[in-house]
């Protein structure tokens, strides 16, 4: 193997896209996390040589299509990150995960003589089908991480094809129909073509064909704005009526999914009381909606991932009983312990089934989901989809001689995303229940369930990986003494539940409490934080 490493994505230099040196010690090691690796941009071009070099080889043992998405999707513009997709659209197997935190983790001199380990390790196939296809969201470092990437192939000679500016969702359905060409139509163009035809067809199933109410969708000043507008583009111009917000400015500052999500506060600009509002985060993967009271308060009334998630559930129980197929098909309903209780509740007392939980992060709930005929996931934070199995889809196909709840429910399954969580998708699907139902959101927001008061606060810390939990993530079993101390306090306070859990992106632990009052979940939630940071 004769190969030169490019000295500007090297720990030693790990030149930046402003041009500038940021070595990085070799004590220093980086693990490949619930989004791949992610940091400050200028401590990735060295990572993204050696994830794009990785995913390269993953094609050649596969003999498939792998994509890279470079995206630090919520997280503030100064950060990103790099992430590997499996051939079928999927997260990255866990197994090559301790492949790429190995990988990035050597120094400069030992990296050649590993790779070399690596490929013999390894079983290199036929590489006729190899490639690796990567995207960018619109921070400034993305194209510069993407040619340390296109370096990073090249050490394996595979070819390597940028598809510019793309969701983090668009990337996923680019790698999946590369390598299974049923799955929809080729291109940014097919991603519009599938889900647009899906949206028309379940909305001529309508019942009630009103005129579109306004929806405001705050873009999160990130790729999901460009790329929403060709979405509405392809769709026709009766069915939607949308204002764009935060189309273009500095990513995810006081905008977007998570802020809205985390401060239960309308991102700037303030939205106007009654109207339907949504938003997106950075990379267009997360979903959440909300509407205000008061025009003049910043404070609104929120519809997070719990509330799509049990939206979608009971719209396909409905429809499964109705078409006569409920006893025929699995299905399961995935969810974490961000999950709000009423949400829970609801699930197993209302549409009968127990929901499941599972650790944060989106490959644990998709691997969960697609145990069932249908596997329902969302997470708190707005990020869901729905798996559907090969069963399924035998028994539901859509056509002139199907009855119309099978009709719907294959148009609503092709409207779906299901290789991940699909922001754009997930809303035209929220969009026709709606529509469907004929409910407003506040009717959405009170007809299903109310949640229980809740706070949810980021604490900034020096060493995440200090704060470990048990595998539910709903206790902390180290440092100890800090489980004891939550537990003292929901006790005192008499509140339902509070946790604190390290994040799988930033450099924080993130704490929940829960309570049947507001005033309580607030304090309590402070309390925990506090905990947190008196021990950092």
């Given at each position: 193997m004769t190969m030169s490493i490019d000295e500007r994505f090297n720990r030693r230099s790990n030149i930046d896209h402003n041009g500038q040196s940021n070595p990085l010690d070799d004590t220093v090691k980086i693990s490949y996390g619930t989004a791949g690796f992610r940091e400050k941009a200028e401590v990735l071009p060295f990572v993204a040589l050696r994830v794009g070099y990785l995913a390269a080889l993953r094609s050649r043992v596969l003999n498939k299509a792998i994509g890279l998405m470079i995206t630090a999707s919520h997280n503030p513009q100064c950060d990103n990150g790099v992430k590997i997709v499996?051939?079928?659209?999927?997260?990255?197997?866990?197994?090559?995960?301790?492949?790429?935190?190995?990988?990035?983790?050597?120094?400069d001199d030992e990296l050649l003589r590993e790779m070399k380990k690596l490929e013999e390790t390894l079983q290199l196939g036929d590489a006729k089908e190899a490639r690796v296809i990567c995207a960018v969201d619109t921070r400034p470092s993305g194209q510069h991480l993407a040619d340390a990437a296109k370096a990073g192939a090249a050490l394996c000679n595979v070819d390597f094809e940028f598809l510019g500016l793309l969701t983090t969702p668009q990337l996923h359905y680019a790698v999946r129909v590369q390598n299974d060409p049923a799955f929809g139509p080729p291109g940014e163009d097919g991603y519009y073509t599938k889900i647009g035809t899906a949206f028309r067809q379940f909305y001529e199933l309508l019942p009630n064909k009103s005129s579109p109410t306004l929806l405001m969708l705050?873009?999160?000043?990130?790729?999901?704005?460009?790329?929403?507008?060709?979405?509405?583009?392809?769709?026709?111009?009766?069915?939607?009526?949308?204002?764009?917000?935060?189309?273009?400015?500095?990513?995810?500052?006081?905008?977007?999914?998570?802020?809205?999500?985390?401060?239960?506060?309308?991102?700037v600009p303030t939205c106007i009381e009654g109207v339907r509002c949504a938003s997106l985060d950075g990379d267009a993967d997360r979903l959440v909606y909300f509407y205000s009271k008061n025009s003049e308060s910043k404070n609104v009334i929120l519809l997070d991932g719990d509330k799509i998630a049990v939206l979608f559930a009971k719209f396909l129980i409905e429809e499964l009983k109705e078409a006569k197929v409920f006893d025929q098909l699995t299905i399961g309903i995935v969810q974490t312990a961000y999950a709000n209780g009423a949400s829970s509740a609801y699930i197993k007392n209302q549409l009968g089934v127990d929901p499941i939980f599972v650790p944060t992060g989106v490959k644990h709930l998709h691997h969960e989901a697609m145990k069932y005929d249908i596997g329902v996931y969302f997470e708190a934070n707005g990020h869901g989809t729905i798996c559907f199995s090969d069963h399924f889809k035998s028994l539901i196909s859509g056509g002139e001689t199907s009855s119309p709840p099978k009709n719907r429910l294959y148009w609503f399954s092709q409207l779906i995303n299901e290789v991940v969580g699909d922001a754009l998708a997930d809303l035209l699907a929220v969009e026709l229940l709606l529509k469907y139902y004929g409910w407003t959101v506040e009717d959405w927001a009170n007809k299903l369930y109310h949640d229980a008061p809740n706070i949810q606060i980021k604490v900034p810390v020096t060493d995440r990986s200090i704060f470990q939990t048990t595998w539910d993530e709903t206790r902390l079993i180290a440092p100890l003494g800090l489980q004891d101390k939550i537990d003292h306090l929901v006790n005192e306070l008499g509140a339902i539940r509070a946790f604190a859990r390290p994040s799988g992106t930033e450099k924080t632990v993130r704490v929940y409490a829960e309570a049947e009052d507001a005033e309580v979940a607030n304090k309590l939630g402070e309390k925990v934080a506090e905990i947190i940071r008196n021990f950092n």
């Open positions: 499996d051939p079928n659209g999927e997260m990255l197997a866990s197994e090559w995960e301790n492949h790429a935190t190995m990988l990035v983790s050597i120094p705050d873009c999160a000043n990130g790729v999901g704005a460009p790329k929403a507008r060709k979405l509405f583009d392809a769709l026709p111009k009766n069915l939607m009526e949308v204002d764009f917000k935060n189309e273009v400015g500095e990513l995810n500052h006081e905008c977007g999914a998570d802020f809205v999500k985390i401060c239960k506060q309308s991102p």
